[in-house]
């Protein structure tokens, strides 16, 4: 657990870290070698960890995860169950299994060198966002990064690793998002089948005035519960990020 939340705070935490480490001078250089003072520092840094939960849910598998569930639950038809609440924390456990790997990168390169005084806020920037550079290219589609370079108007990269974190993020975001959907809408099918199904059948022996949903839900969840639905929604979500 901690060299998953230490790497996910660095980001925010890195310029209250310099300066907590080169003691409590009114004046600290900045990382462009400006100098900016101890409370506007650390300012900076609690601004900066406000934006962290958006950060989480926009550049970590948390986006694809959450839409597959918030997708099988409308789906099932089982409207607030399970709740936003345990949704979300399913979904965040199963981010941090799988950025574990990343997180310890971070950690080990940036993070730890920074803290021990043997490189620059600067240069632990650098070194930290290199793991997460190589994530966010692994599942940016081609196509969503050449529309942000486009809009941006930057040149294009000899090599993926010369992708910034501006065209890289939004393009990461996008293609999760079209994942997401496509397997929401696959999530969809079988129990569209029981929902025609059973319409089919209410509608021909005229029962008109009772909703086929209401019927359908019950045979809907009892499926679900046989296959053993939730291992593999979640199994397969989490092995879709190692393909």
Known sequence: MKSIAKPLAFLGASALAFAARN???????????????????IALSLTLMVLLPAAIMSITPFLRITIVLHFLRQALGTQNTPSNQVLIGLSLFLSMIIIQPMATEIYHNAWEPMDEGKITASQAFDEGTK???TFLTKFAREKDVKLFLDISKSPAPRTPADLTLPVLIPAYI??????????GAMLFLPFLVID???ASVTVSIGMVQLPPVMLSAPFKILLFVLVDGWNLVVGSLVKSFYT
């Open 23 to 41: 003691g409590t001078t009114p004046q600290t250089p900045s990382v462009q070698g400006t100098t900016l003072s101890l409370p506007m520092q």
């Open 131 to 133: 793991p997460l550079k």
């Open 174 to 183: 996008l293609s999760e998002l079209r994942v997401g959907f496509q397997i």
């Open 196 to 198: 025609l199904v059973v």
